[in-house]
Nanobody
């Protein structure tokens, strides 16, 4: 089992920045990918970014490319999401996720095996 705990959410004005953190514990050695997803009220869950734990390969949703950056600190079993130039459309609950797949995965929910409880991000105009 892998436990994921997000932190760093909050309220910010449009144009501002936030950094989300996700601390993983448990059998983290099995994690091959870490990702961030978000879900806004009335909308489906959306993949935001992923990173491969071994090689650091990253992938982003088109909606956040150039504004968000995913990174990891293997020593701390943590993954981060730096969010810049935030807009009200970025308002959502953000979830950290982990995959133990040995194959290449996509930024979609079914490819991930473990999920955190989420942290709220609110961007006001």
């Amino acid at each position: 089992q892998v436990r994921l705990v997000e932190s760093g959410g909050g309220s910010v004005q449009a144009g501002g920045s936030l950094t989300l953190s996700c601390a993983a514990s448990g059998n983290t050695y099995r994690n091959t990918y870490m990702g961030w997803f978000r879900q806004a009220p009335g909308k489906e869950r959306e993949g935001v970014a992923l990173i491969s734990t071994a090689g650091g390969r990253t992938s982003y949703a088109d909606s956040v490319k150039g504004r968000f950056t995913i990174s990891q600190d293997k020593a701390k079993n943590s993954v981060y999401l730096q969010m810049d130039s935030l807009t009200p459309e970025d308002t959502a609950i953000y979830y950290c996720a982990a995959s133990i797949s040995v194959w290449s995965i996509q930024l979609i929910g079914p490819d991930f095996d473990y999920w955190g409880q989420g942290t709220q991000v609110t961007v006001s105009s």
